[in-house]
């Protein structure tokens, strides 16, 4: 009897680390929220099942260096939607044809390491790093794909007005409820639980957004009804030293400029961004049939656009 405890504990141990193993973690991240220069804002990212995480990672890191010859933070920098789908990254990967792996590796190099000493830069080099870009973003996609990733996605106008309420302040908006809604039922169908995980950014906003997350999950009946399957305390992570929240940044990315959704969602569009990668977006976002409180089955999809977050549905 004297062993009960630890043998007790051990198997704790082993059903916790089997949970973790059947788990989904949806890592998101933002688009468009500075009001700047997106026609969108947009909230969201990709779930990958915990099996796959490490897989991915190390696919990502295999990736990164045989697009660039090195790792972007070695250098100051990180795997970013904007940087890598910049309008400048196109024109530089049209400037010249296209480099067999070991020139783009080796000029890339060279590109970031003459860029932190300030050194010129010559035009292959400036050729070789944006041909390395869209290399890597094409094989983020290739990589979701063939890691079974899952995207998520909710847009809303990017100069929509907020109203100066008290339930604008401390709600969750319509759009963000919509994203976890989705994310729900998608654990529902796999029958297995979820974490999020989210790009550590203002310590002050990201704690007002975990009080709105606490606010829905504990006091909605919804909310509530949804913590069977969402934990509802996110994990906040710095996107430069997390790979999958790198990924989901340039998925958002990519909805912003180049996925639209028909009747309403018709902002500003980079055509390049879109004829590429929206058929990689349609093939990743969530599908599924839920039952209405008509009774009735309906069609949702991962990626969601909400014209008004603060109007009630």
């Keep these: 009897m004297a062993d009960r405890g630890p043998v007790r504990a051990q198997a704790e141990d082993r059903r916790a680390g089997a949970e973790l193993r059947m788990s ?5 991240d933002e688009s468009g929220h500075d009001r700047r220069n ?8 990709v779930a990958l099942h915990a099996d796959q995480l490490w897989p ?4 990502m890191k295999r990736l990164e260096e045989s697009c660039y010859g090195t790792q972007l933070h070695r250098h100051g920098t990180e795997i970013k939607g904007h940087k890598l789908l910049d309008k400048d990254r196109y024109r530089w990967a049209e400037q010249g044809p296209p480099l067999d792996d070991e020139a783009r590796r080796k000029h890339s190099l060279a590109f970031l390491n003459k860029s932190r000493q300030g050194q010129e830069l010559s035009r292959i080099e400036f050729t070789a790093y944006g041909q390395a870009s869209l290399a890597m973003a094409r094989g983020i ?13 909710a847009a809303i106008p990017a100069r929509v007005q907020v109203p100066g309420t008290f339930e604008a302040a401390e709600f969750l908006r319509k759009d963000q409820v919509f994203l976890l809604e989705r994310f729900f039922y998608f654990l529902e169908r796999e029958n297995v639980p979820g974490l999020l995980v989210m790009d550590e950014t203002n310590k002050n906003d990201d704690r007002l957004f975990v009080r709105k997350l606490e606010r829905y999950f504990l006091r909605t009946e919804t909310g509530r009804h949804r913590t069977a399957r969402i934990v ?7 996107s430069d030293m997390a790979y999958p929240i790198q990924a989901a940044d340039v998925c958002i990315y990519c909805v912003n400029w180049g996925f639209r959704i028909p009747h309403g969602m018709n902002g500003e569009t980079r055509e390049e961004i879109r004829s590429e990668f929206e058929p990689w977006m349609n093939d990743l976002q969530y599908r ?9 089955a309906h069609h949702i999809h991962g990626v969601v ?7 009630n549905r």
Excluded: I, M
């Design 56 to 59: 991915f990672v190390q696919g």
């Design 141 to 153: 996609f290739t990589l979701l794909r063939g890691h079974r990733a899952t995207l998520f996605a």
């Design 24 to 28: 989904y973690l949806l890592f998101l």
């Design 38 to 45: 997106c026609p969108f804002e947009v909230r969201g990212g």
């Design 305 to 311: 656009y909400v014209p008004d977050p603060y109007v």
């Design 232 to 238: 509802p305390s996110p994990f906040f992570v710095s």
């Design 288 to 296: 599924g049939d839920v039952r209405g409180r008509d009774g009735q």
